[in-house]
């Protein structure tokens, strides 16, 4: 590994693995092999202090009690908090965006603080959001339709300093009468989508990876990704 490999956090695949999310950070990796960067995933485990020098850090969604496990490393290990605070690109799908907010009620109705990274909380719904999820997204830099598959029964509420990544076009989302989805504040973005989703918004890996490496990513010409992007964008209407 030189000094200039591109370091890809995976946190917590351990407990945070249930939903195929650890393809995000395959993703990155490639697309930055790609552009002949070297690139190296990083897993951060339940046996493993959680390391703030890492270029950029995904994690995936998980089920109650695993999501209960990883919220205990996350507060007794504070690497992630400490990166994001020096600006590092985070991307948390489903269930971590539940713990990196103030708190998240269980499906049994139990209250669990987080670690307060998002401005946000989330109580249950009273059934579960499951399917396709479309929406435009409402920040800089991004201009194409973000979409995914939701799996949920968390509604998220966000705070003043959270902001929505995007309004939702089909699907449910964070669940507020507002019709947002997911959530941006500083370098950390949350989405309920699964996927995973870098695989299906390309333009969203490439705005992480631009950040995780402070340089500007020539395109990539890959036909079977905008294939991809077009069935499932179809599946949904
Ligand atoms: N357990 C959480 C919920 O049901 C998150 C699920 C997930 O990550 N897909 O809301």
């Given at each position: 590994m030189s000094e200039s490999t591109v370091r890809i956090g995976l946190v917590l695949p351990d407990v945070m693995g249930t939903y195929g999310d650890g393809g995000n950070a395959l993703i990155l990796r490639q697309r930055a092999r790609m552009r002949g960067l070297d690139a190296e995933i990083v897993p951060i485990t339940l046996d493993d202090a959680v390391p703030d020098s890492l270029d950029v850090y995904t994690l995936g969604g998980a089920e109650d009690a695993a999501q209960r496990l990883?919220?205990?490393?996350?507060?007794?290990?504070?690497?992630?908090?400490?990166?994001?605070?020096?600006?590092?690109?985070?991307?948390?799908?489903?269930?971590?965006?539940?713990?990196?907010?103030?708190?998240?009620?269980?499906?049994?109705?139990?209250?669990?603080?987080?670690?307060?990274?998002?401005?946000?909380?989330?109580?249950?719904?009273?059934?579960?959001?499951?399917?396709?999820?479309?929406?435009?997204?409402?920040?800089?830099?991004?201009?194409?339709?973000?979409?995914?598959?939701?799996?949920?029964?968390?509604?998220?509420?966000?705070?003043?300093?959270?902001?929505?990544?995007?309004?939702?076009?089909?699907?449910?989302?964070?669940?507020?009468?507002?019709?947002?989805?997911?959530?941006?504040?500083?370098?950390?973005?949350?989405?309920?989508?699964?996927?995973?989703?870098?695989?299906?918004n390309p333009e969203l890996a490439d705005y992480l990876l631009a950040q995780a490496t402070g340089t500007n990513l020539e395109p990539l010409d890959l036909p079977q990704v905008d294939r991809l992007r077009r069935e499932r964008l179809a599946a949904a209407r």
């Open positions: 990883a919220t205990r490393h996350l507060t007794d290990h504070p690497g992630l908090q400490r990166a994001a605070q020096a600006g590092r690109p985070v991307l948390a799908i489903c269930a971590a965006i539940q713990v990196l907010g103030h708190w998240y009620e269980t499906s049994a109705g139990e209250r669990v603080s987080g670690i307060s990274m998002f401005d946000l909380t989330t109580a249950p719904r009273e059934s579960r959001a499951i399917g396709e999820l479309v929406t435009t997204p409402v920040i800089d830099g991004l201009t194409e339709p973000l979409c995914g598959f939701e799996n949920h029964r968390g509604a998220t509420t966000l705070g003043a300093a959270a902001k929505p990544l995007g309004r939702v076009r089909h699907g449910v989302g964070n669940g507020a009468a507002d019709r947002v989805e997911g959530v941006v504040q500083g370098s950390v973005i949350g989405t309920y989508m699964h996927g995973p989703l870098l695989a299906r």
